[in-house]
Every structure is written in structure tokens, then in C-alpha cells.
């Protein structure tokens, strides 16, 4: 049987957010375990208002999956990485990595159906523009 993985992506997005709270409880886990992974993390983030970077990632979540299926560089795509890029935020290619091992724990956590399928599903929809950031980092 062939594998949809945008679907399957797709289907456990869903199961994320639609489950009461927004997906507020996942989110808040993300940073937890984003800002634990690293002290540098944990520095950038040392004075950052949690509450709108959830929205930030929520956002950078959709822009993964349309840039996933498009492969365009939209005006907020590329703004996007100039603000992580080494003229603002100076974000290090190697933190991309922790971003996304953060992410599927998180996931792990929050959908009741997470496997192996879903795991490679998640990769391979935001690889696209973890590869893009990465590019664009110093």
C-alpha cells in the first residue's frame, strides 16, 4: 500500500490542535523541550515572550507545509529566514536540528497515534524548509 505522507502529516496536525486547547498544551512542551536541548537555546530564548512565539511556530508550521509541496520562496518565507539569518537573529544551522528532534518528541507526546510512519511524515514536510533556514544561516 503507497503512503500519503502529507496526509498522514496532515491527520496528525489534526489530532494535535483540534483536541481542546489549540494545541496549546503541545506548543508549551516544544519550547520546554526546545529550550532545554541547548544552553545557547536556552539563552535565545531567556527573554522571549513564550505566548507569541507559540503563535510563530504555529505560523512557521503552515509555511513548512505549503513551502513543502511548492518549494517557492514566498516574500514571508524569505523574511522568515532573514530574521533567523545572520543579519538579526544569527540562528546556527545545528540549532534547526535540535528545533526538529524537539518537535517530534513533542508530537511523541501529544498525538495518541504516533509512530514510525508519522515520525517520517513530520521529517519529511518541514525538512524542506529546515534545509532552506539552514542555507540561510551563518
Request: proline share 4%.
Amino acid at each position: 500500500m503507497m503512503k500519503n505522507f502529507d496526509q498522514i502529516f496532515n491527520d496528525s496536525y489534526e489530532r494535535i490542535i483540534y483536541r481542546g486547547d489549540q494545541g496549546d498544551a503541545f506548543f508549551s512542551l516544544f519550547y520546554e523541550l526546545f529550550i532545554a536541548s541547548s544552553p545557547a537555546v536556552a539563552e535565545m530564548f531567556r527573554e522571549i515572550d513564550l505566548s507569541k512565539q507559540k503563535l510563530m511556530l504555529q505560523r512557521s508550521l503552515y509555511l513548512a507545509m505549503d513551502f513543502a509541496s511548492t518549494r517557492i520562496e514566498t516574500e514571508a518565507i524569505k523574511k522568515y529566514a532573514d530574521v533567523h539569518g545572520p543579519s538579526q537573529l544569527d540562528v546556527p544551522a545545528n540549532m534547526y536540528v535540535l528545533w526538529l528532534e524537539a518537535l517530534i518528541k513533542a508530537v511523541k507526546s501529544h498525538d495518541p497515534r504516533f509512530n514510525a510512519d508519522i515520525e517520517l511524515a513530520w521529517k519529511l514536510v518541514l525538512s524542506p524548509l529546515i534545509l532552506y533556514m539552514s542555507a540561510h544561516s551563518s
